[in-house]
């Protein structure tokens, strides 16, 4: 993504002055928007229309004309990818500058990443009057998770009938929404009732142990700001032009958030596109848009319409599919750019099928000369990755996945995080509790249950419990050494946090705790495969030194901790940054690449059976559709799958309605009828569920053969006497068999 000038060297524009070089750059909506006198605007545009390039050049303009330091902005993106982009391009910027004698301003000066990075920030800075312990750490959702599930257990509510994940839902409802639990009601229903007061013992929890998850972040900022008017006012001063990307995704508190930072004074510059909102189910409130309009003063409207990113076929098959949804504020898309190839449609037989069919494709790719980088496949559901990565494995094609198992989810590294947390923490609970015993020390379930109810009845953390029960004869002698010891070990380990650079503190860790002793003992290749990712950790710890620090005063091992909890969904193991690049459809907003693969457009997948409970999820569902679409330059793949396994079932699928909201005419429907011979099809329709054997056998159909055993039919031809159909028999390869002699037999 160039969003920026080029540099002067390949500059078509490099005679003209740096604005003048800018606004050649524009069309004439995004110049009227760059360059408008100072004020309150909205961008509202489709997809690749130019939003983002529109604000970064706004800052850009704001710098270079209005002459205004970028101390005064604060600018806010989806994700912290996005955001290392736009305060490198500025940085840049900034250093052409300086040669011009304007004064040296670094990085940590601007305020440029997400709402959660900012508001972290804040909090590092105003940890005090925002009630908070210095060293509070942040969690992810599993840990957060981790935690409710503690605190359900503690109220004695059985996970059968009260799901966790329900609770953990409904406690970040109320924070999005701004709501502690005593603004709740107070509730005639069980369920809130219940609901409600885990929501309140799992804020206490995070209270004592110096917590803070994602949503509270926002929430306690709103809070600070409220509770210390003189806080905000400075802030107020201090950030006269706020932009904000991706504006339709914002929900209640971060609008307020905003509301609060701007005051009567500020400009806000805001870019979004109703069609691509796609958090809804987190609270994001896409009526923002409006309400923006309504509450700030003087809103001015800018709307794109030309497309820069696609093909005229992409772009009209996502118009298409998009005029489905109702109630849009309606814009059209339009691009001058060329028609471009028809977008490519495969049926899979099952998801395997679908995976060999995309490597293949990637393959041909590479082999033009095209770029791995350039190709992104996309999915719903992160479960999906795991065959589309066996393949790209299996085809020795570098790729790198964004979200799903994150490598700081897994286990292990989870392990040797929880004692860096203790570390940094020596309150915190659930680090506590997942490395007391791990590896295994000799304290059972029993000493760290006498532990828990030791902290519970004093209203005190879980260390300092241990210390206490150590003395109080509670616990066996045995069972008390063992806790001595474990206590030892890591006061051990924090004298050396503040001498020790990073690094070695996470090397003594790994060998102090046994973490690593104890996956060398058993050393399965599964062990060997964990060991490699615990030095990749120490690998990664490498870059927090005392010197790089730019922050508030953090140490290295605080700074370590917040990065990787905010970086989420982002990160991923460092290998294939020039790879085939996998993510979900959601973590796709805003990004582009030339090839996109749309995978799994099945009934119940995508749209997902969670959203098909009413209208409202289906329109979502859509748009995320056409997120996806969007993504694509040059050229777009859809797939499906006819029988898929998913979360352990095998299913027999129904195509996506999603592909039927494309015109026909856009598709080129390819089947292959061996795993090295393509065939193409005219454009036409795409053909579904095919009745044959006078309605016994479809295709997708499991059958059983005498000799070649199970199979899937994947092809049928002829009628009647001549019938004949292809089925696949896992290691055998695909058959054509002739009906009347074939003796199949339909497997239910
Ligand atoms: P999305 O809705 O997906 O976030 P967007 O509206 O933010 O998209 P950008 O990512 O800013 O769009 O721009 C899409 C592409 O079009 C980028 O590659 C950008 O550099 C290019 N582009 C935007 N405006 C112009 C222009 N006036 N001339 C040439 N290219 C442009
Ligand atoms: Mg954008």
Same mark, same amino acid.
């Given at each position: 993504m160039s969003q920026f000038p080029p540099t002067p060297d390949s500059d078509p524009n490099a005679d003209l002055d740096p604005a003048s070089a800018l606004i050649n750059l524009l069309n004439d909506a995004q110049r009227e928007a760059v360059c408008a006198p100072l004020g309150n605007r909205l961008i509202l545009a489709g997809a690749g229309s130019g939003k983002t390039r529109v604000l970064i050049y706004r800052m850009a303009w704001l710098m270079q004309i209005e002459r205004i330091s970028p101390y005064s902005m604060l600018a806010v993106t989806f994700t912290n990818k996005a955001a290392n982009e736009m305060r490198a391009r500025l940085m840049k910027l900034l250093r052409t500058a300086e040669n011009s004698g304007q004064p040296r301003i670094s990085a940590y000066d601007l305020w440029v990443g997400t709402f959660h990075g900012l508001a972290h920030r804040l909090l590092r800075q105003h940890w005090q009057e925002a009630g908070l312990l210095e060293n509070f750490q942040i969690i992810d959702s599993e840990d957060q998770s981790r935690i409710v599930r503690k605190v359900m257990k503690a109220l004695e509510l059985d996970e059968k009938n009260w799901p966790p994940k329900q609770a953990q839902w409904f406690i970040n409802q109320c924070k999005d929404e701004a709501r502690r639990p005593h603004d709740l009601d107070n509730y005639d229903d069980v369920f809130e009732r219940t609901m409600k007061q885990v929501y309140k013992n799992y804020q206490e929890t995070c209270e004592r142990n110096g917590l803070v998850d994602f949503a509270e972040l926002l929430l306690r900022v709103h809070e600070l700001w409220v509770q210390n008017p003189h806080i905000l006012a400075d802030y107020q001063r201090r950030f006269q032009h706020i932009l904000v990307d991706e504006f339709q995704d914002t929900n209640t508190i971060q609008y307020l958030w905003l509301q609060q930072l701007a005051g009567a004074q500020a400009h806000v510059f805001a870019v979004g596109d109703d069609d691509q909102s796609i958090y809804g189910w987190r609270g994001a409130k896409v009526t923002n848009l409006h309400h923006f309009q309504q509450d700030f003063p003087e809103v001015q409207l800018t709307k794109l319409e030309q497309n820069y990113r696609s093909t005229g076929t992409i772009l009209e098959a996502a118009n298409r599919l998009i005029g489905n949804n109702p109630g849009r504020l309606g814009k059209n898309l339009w691009t001058d750019g060329e028609e471009g190839l028809p977008i490519s449609l495969y049926r899979a037989f099952n998801e395997y099928d679908e995976a060999r069919f995309i490597v293949e494709r990637v393959q041909s790719w590479a082999d033009e000369g095209g770029s791995l980088k350039e190709c992104a496949i996309l999915y719903r559901s992160?479960?999906?990755?795991?065959?589309?990565?066996?393949?790209?494995?299996?085809?020795?094609?570098?790729?790198?996945?964004?979200?799903?198992?994150?490598?700081?989810?897994?286990?292990?590294?989870?392990?040797?995080?929880?004692?860096?947390?203790?570390?940094?923490?020596?309150?915190?609970?659930?680090?506590?509790?997942?490395?007391?015993?791990?590896?295994?020390?000799?304290?059972?379930?029993?000493?760290?249950?006498?532990?828990?109810?030791?902290?519970?009845?004093?209203?005190?953390?879980?260390?300092?419990?241990?210390?206490?029960?150590?003395?109080?004869?509670?616990?066996?002698?045995?069972?008390?050494?063992?806790?001595?010891?474990?206590?030892?070990?890591?006061?051990?380990?924090?004298?050396?946090?503040?001498?020790?650079?990073?690094?070695?503190?996470?090397?003594?860790?790994?060998?102090?705790?046994? *973490?690593?002793?104890?996956?060398?003992? %058993?050393?399965? +290749?599964?062990?060997?495969?964990? &060991?490699?990712? @615990?030095? !990749?950790?120490?690998?990664?710890?490498?870059?927090?030194?005392?010197?790089?620090?730019?922050?508030?005063?953090?140490?290295?091992?605080?700074?370590?901790?917040?990065?990787?909890?905010?970086?989420?969904?982002?990160?991923?193991?460092?290998?294939?940054?020039?790879?085939?690049? *996998?993510?979900?459809?959601?973590?796709? %907003?805003?990004? +582009?690449?030339?090839?996109?693969? &749309?995978?799994? @457009?099945? !009934?119940?997948?995508?749209?997902?059976?969670?959203?098909?409970?009413?209208?409202?999820?289906?329109?979502?569902?859509?748009?995320?559709?056409?997120?996806?679409?969007?993504?694509?330059?040059?050229?777009?793949?859809?797939?499906?799958?006819?029988?898929?396994?998913?979360?352990?079932?095998?299913?027999?699928?129904?195509?996506?309605?999603?592909?039927?909201?494309?015109?026909?005419?856009?598709?080129?429907?390819?089947?292959?009828?061996?795993?090295?011979?393509?065939?193409?099809?005219?454009?036409?329709?795409?053909?579904?569920?095919?009745?044959?054997?006078?309605?016994?056998?479809?295709?997708?159909?499991?059958?059983?053969?005498?000799?070649?055993?199970?199979?899937?039919?994947?092809?049928?031809?002829?009628?009647?006497?001549?019938?004949?159909?292809?089925?696949?028999?896992?290691?055998?390869?695909?058959?054509?068999?002739?009906?009347?002699?074939?003796?199949?037999?339909?497997?239910?």
């Open positions: 992160n479960a999906q990755s795991r065959v589309l990565e066996e393949a790209l494995l299996s085809a020795r094609l570098p790729y790198r996945v964004y979200g799903g198992l994150r490598f700081f989810e897994r286990a292990e590294i989870k392990d040797a995080m929880a004692y860096l947390q203790l570390l940094a923490n020596e309150d915190n609970d659930s680090a506590f509790e997942r490395v007391v015993n791990t590896p295994t020390r000799g304290i059972g379930d029993r000493t760290v249950e006498i532990v828990r109810q030791e902290a519970r009845r004093n209203g005190i953390s879980m260390w300092r419990a241990a210390g206490q029960v150590i003395v109080s004869g509670e616990l066996t002698t045995r069972a008390a050494n063992a806790l001595r010891k474990f206590q030892e070990m890591i006061l051990q380990l924090r004298e050396n946090t503040g001498s020790l650079p990073l690094h070695e503190l996470t090397e003594q860790v790994l060998e102090n705790s046994g *973490l690593r002793a104890q996956l060398k003992k %058993k050393n399965t +290749e599964k062990d060997q495969t964990r &060991l490699e990712n @615990l030095d !990749e950790l120490v690998n990664a710890t490498k870059h927090y030194t005392d010197e790089s620090l730019d922050s508030d005063g953090l140490s290295p091992l605080q700074t370590f901790l917040s990065k990787t909890v905010l970086d989420t969904g982002e990160e991923s193991s460092h290998s294939g940054e020039n790879g085939v690049q *996998l993510m979900t459809l959601h973590s796709a %907003k805003g990004l +582009e690449f030339p090839l996109i693969f &749309l995978c799994g @457009l099945e !009934e119940k997948l995508f749209p997902h059976s969670m959203s098909l409970q009413d209208e409202n999820g289906l329109e979502e569902e859509r748009r995320l559709c056409y997120v996806g679409i969007t993504r694509a330059m040059r050229q777009l793949y859809i797939s499906y799958a006819e029988v898929r396994r998913l979360h352990g079932q095998e299913n027999y699928t129904r195509p996506s309605r999603f592909i039927h909201e494309i015109p026909a005419e856009l598709l080129e429907e390819i089947r292959l009828r061996s795993s090295n011979q393509a065939v193409y099809q005219a454009p036409k329709a795409p053909a579904f569920a095919m009745d044959s054997g006078a309605g016994k056998f479809r295709v997708g159909q499991r059958v059983m053969h005498p000799k070649f055993g199970e199979g899937v039919i994947l092809n049928s031809e002829g009628s009647g006497a001549t019938e004949r159909v292809e089925v696949h028999f896992g290691h055998q390869g695909s058959k054509w068999l002739v009906l009347v002699y074939a003796n199949l037999q339909a497997v239910e």
